[in-house]
């Protein structure tokens, strides 16, 4: 892909990947992903904002040609995706400078090895002027990673923010076509590496309040002409209350319990709460994040295998363990052959998880009679709790 004009002197540079499926050899990517640079021109200086992964190096590469000079170079985010083909733009600009902030700095010279000489360190609220043109360097840490910046382009009103606000999508549309899509898409990414850092990030959108933006350029994904559909978004996903659903991650070995969780599925429909059912064998790990976003109970489902979890279910735990979703309450449902420690082992797995723990239920074999009575009276509790808590 070649260079495209946004605005004036201000271009889209980087790499749309059709083909990953799989981002940080954990996050599925169904619609591939973007790395996206960005180029100005100011009437005294020109900037060049993050660059790409390096496998799509030479792409990039390629779109520099024509650019006889770059003055600076902004590291935003020093995760390679964005930071990994700077040393190759330095070799090719070596008198251009690297400003960052002084804890991406940090990081970019253990992950990158780029000399100590290259370097600005910039402050929040810096101010830097290309002539008729002026950024402002605004810190907004644990954007996942705790030296994350955005930049704001003052005269364009242009906010620039790597991570923040990106999603994984490879398409040729420059800016936002599809709100419905890019929403879901936005989604998964806040799930899978914001969610934790949601309190902080919450400050960093506090912070952004002030700032008149007409246009949000992300490092991934498409640009936002509309600014408030993703910022609302955000707000959404960060402060709203839980809502009124059961995310049930769950597998089975022998059907026992496939049909425990079919029962409580059936019994927590019928008392007005929504679910959201995933069969840890076959789904996409990213939906199961995105659904961890809202969700007021979680209840993870499995067999005891080797006297503990199944695996899946273990990950799972694992997985929401580190998310920190802001689900109030938990349960474990499940069966067992001839003994085990699975409630024990799953509930030592969640520490991170601020969540009431609602009686387990674990059956001995098939379920029976009084299994499914228990499970009615867990889906009883739940729709209670949920009221109570006023989640819609
Ligand atoms: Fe797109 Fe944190 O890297």
Redesign the pocket.
């Known amino acids: 892909m070649f260079a495209r004009k946004i605005k004036n002197r201000i271009y889209w540079m980087g790499s749309v990947d059709w083909d990953s499926r799989l981002f940080d050899s954990l996050i599925p990517l169904p619609d591939g992903t973007s790395y996206n640079a960005y180029f100005i021109e100011g009437s005294e200086k020109t900037v060049l904002l993050d660059t790409v992964d390096p496998p799509m190096a030479s792409e990039f590469l390629a779109q520099l040609e024509s650019i006889p000079k770059i003055d600076y170079i902004v590291s935003q985010?020093a995760?390679q995706?964005?930071s990994g083909t700077i040393p190759q733009v330095l070799e090719k600009y070596p008198d251009a400078k690297l400003i960052s902030t002084p804890k991406a700095k940090g990081l970019l010279t253990d992950l990158l090895q780029i000399p100590e000489e290259s370097f600005i360190t910039v402050e929040d609220g810096e101010t830097l002027s290309l002539g008729d043109k002026t950024l402002t360097f605004i810190h907004t840490p644990w954007v996942?990673?705790p030296e994350t910046m955005v930049t704001y382009l003052q005269e364009d009103k242009i906010l620039f923010s790597?991570?923040f606000f990106?999603s994984h999508i490879a398409t040729t549309d420059l800016f936002v076509t599809d709100e419905g899509r890019v929403y879901e898409a936005a989604k998964r990414y806040f799930a899978e590496?914001m969610m934790p850092f949601r309190n902080v990030i919450k400050k960093n959108l506090e912070k952004l309040a002030p700032y008149d933006i007409a246009m949000i350029a992300p490092?991934?994904g498409q640009i936002f002409q509309r600014p408030a559909f993703i910022v609302d978004a955000y707000r959404e996903w960060i402060l709203g209350p839980p809502r009124n659903t059961v995310v049930l991650p769950y597998v089975s070995m022998h059907k026992s319990t496939k049909r425990m969780v079919e029962h409580l599925v059936s019994a927590l429909v019928e008392k007005g709460v929504r679910v959201e059912l995933f069969n840890l064998a076959v789904t996409d790990i990213g939906k199961l994040a995105m659904a961890l976003v809202d969700a007021g109970t979680i209840v993870v489902g499995t067999p005891t295998i080797l006297a503990g979890p199944h695996p899946y279910a273990a990950y799972a735990a694992f997985l929401a363990n580190a998310l920190r979703p802001k689900a109030s309450f938990l349960s474990i449902i499940g069966s067992y052959g001839w003994g085990g420690k699975t409630v024990e082992t799953l509930a030592g797995m969640i520490p991170n998880l601020k969540v009431e723990v609602l009686n387990p239920v674990l059956c001995k074999g098939v379920p029976s009679e009084d299994v499914f009575k228990a499970l009615d009276e867990l889906a009883t509790v739940i729709a209670q709790k949920h009221k109570e808590n006023d989640f819609k």
Request: overall charge negative.
């Open positions: 985010h995760e995706d964005h996942h990673w790597c991570d990106g590496i490092g991934h």
